[in-house]
């Protein structure tokens, strides 16, 4: 089975489906490091990640941000000292979609850089 890393994001419509149950599972299981939240009743991806200081945070901000143009899939980002809160979900359907987790495992491997 393809890694989810080395997928590419479906042009994502609105209306298109929401993973399944079974999907998220699944889905879930392949980027451990990720939290699923549930805010104003949408259903997003959620991981913290820690840096030295917050010059390296903003590093990391900025290769995401990169990354989100280059797949035209945006994430919520809280840029702090020391972290950044990084959420995905999709504005389109409203909740997860499996383009979420293809950014999400996208997003682990900016830190192999
Ligand atoms: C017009 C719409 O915002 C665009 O098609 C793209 C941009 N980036 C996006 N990012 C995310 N997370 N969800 C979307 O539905 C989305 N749509």
Known sequence: MTKLSAMKCEACQVGAPQ?????????????????VVVRDGVM?????????????AMVF??????LAETDFH???????????????????????????FIMAAKTDELLLN
């Open 19 to 35: 993973v399944t149950d079974d999907e998220l599972a699944s889905l879930v299981s392949m980027i451990p490091d990720w939290a």
């Open 44 to 56: 997003q991806l959620e991981r913290v990640f820690k840096f030295k200081n917050f010059k390296l």
């Open 61 to 66: 901000t900025n290769q995401l941000a990169e």
């Open 74 to 100: 945006h994430p919520g980002i809280l840029t702090e000292w020391g972290k950044v809160t990084v959420t995905w979900w999709s504005h389109s359907v409203n909740g997860l979609h499996k383009n979420d």
